[in-house]
C-alpha cells in the first residue's frame, strides 16, 4: 500500500464549477502537506502550504487538513480554464525529511 | 514564492556523452535539493537527496555511478548523466528545500533526449 492515495481522474468540468482534489495518507508522521500545480513539461508550483489540521484559504484556492482522518483536500472555486493541469498532494515528516508525493490528478477545466 | 532556477530547459546529446543539469536556489539557501525523474503522465520519481557539503543519498535501483549529484554550495546542485543511453531520455527536475520553514520549490525541468 502506497503512503499517499491520491484520487486518479482524469477529472473534467465545466468552467465556473467548484473542484475538489483528495489524497489520503498512511503515515502518522506527516507533519506538511502541500499541494502543487503542474503544466505539461514544467515543473511543479507550490500552490497550498500548511502544518495543521483545519482549512487555508488563498484567492481561490482553499487547503483542507484533517490529521484525525489522515485526509487532505483541495478547493478551486470558480474554476477557469488556465487551472486545467495536473495536481499533486505532497507530505513530509518533521525534521526535513523528504516528501512523499502522490500521483496526481489531471484536471480540465472546459470553457 | 522562492525561486529554483534549472539548466538547461531542453537538451539533445548523442549515446555515450555526458551532460550536466543545474540547478540553483537564486533567494535563499538550500542544504537539501532533490532530484525526479518524470515520465510523461506520471507522477515524480524521486532518484536522489542532495545535502550541501556531503554525498548524495540515492533511492533504491538509481545507479549513483550513472547519475552523478554534486551538492558543493547552498545554493547550486548538478546532476551529470554519464555515458547517457536512449533509455536515459526523460524529463528532469529539480527541487529545493527552504530552510526557514521546509517548503519544497521546483526547477522548471529539463527534458533530455539522448539519440
Known amino acids: 500500500q502506497k503512503e499517499v492515495e491520491q484520487d486518479p481522474g482524469p477529472l473534467s468540468v465545466p468552467e465556473g464549477a467548484i473542484v475538489s482534489l483528495n489524497c489520503t495518507y498512511s503515515n502518522s508522521a506527516f507533519q506538511y502537506f502541500m499541494w502543487y500545480r503542474q503544466y505539461s513539461r514544467k515543473g511543479p508550483e507550490l500552490l497550498m502550504y500548511t502544518y495543521s489540521s483545519g482549512n487555508k484559504e488563498d484567492g481561490r484556492f482553499t487547503a483542507q487538513v484533517d490529521k484525525s482522518s489522515k485526509y487532505i483536500s483541495l478547493f478551486i472555486r470558480d474554476s477557469q480554464p488556465s487551472d486545467s493541469a495536473t495536481y499533486l498532494c505532497?507530505?513530509?515528516?518533521?525534521?526535513?525529511?523528504?516528501?512523499?508525493f502522490g500521483d496526481g490528478t489531471t484536471l480540465t477545466v472546459k470553457p | 514564492g522562492a525561486v529554483v532556477s534549472q539548466h538547461p530547459s531542453w537538451v539533445i546529446c548523442k549515446s555515450g556523452t555526458s551532460v550536466k543539469i543545474e540547478c540553483r536556489s537564486l533567494?535563499?539557501?538550500?542544504?537539501?535539493m532533490f532530484w525526479y525523474r518524470q515520465f510523461p503522465k506520471q507522477s515524480l520519481m524521486l532518484m536522489a537527496t542532495?545535502?550541501?557539503?556531503?554525498?548524495?543519498?540515492?533511492e533504491q535501483g538509481v545507479e549513483k555511478d550513472k547519475f552523478l549529484i554534486n551538492h558543493a554550495s547552498l545554493t547550486l546542485s548538478t546532476l551529470t548523466v554519464t555515458s547517457a543511453h536512449p533509455e536515459d531520455s526523460s524529463f528532469y527536475i529539480c527541487?529545493?528545500?527552504?530552510?526557514?520553514?521546509?517548503?519544497?520549490?521546483f526547477g522548471s525541468g529539463t527534458q533530455l533526449s539522448v539519440l
Open positions: 527541487s529545493a528545500r527552504t530552510v526557514k520553514d521546509e517548503k519544497l520549490f
Open positions: 542532495s545535502n550541501e557539503g556531503s554525498k548524495a543519498t540515492y
Open positions: 533567494d535563499f539557501q538550500a542544504t537539501t
Open positions: 505532497a507530505m513530509s515528516p518533521l525534521n526535513a525529511g523528504k516528501s512523499t
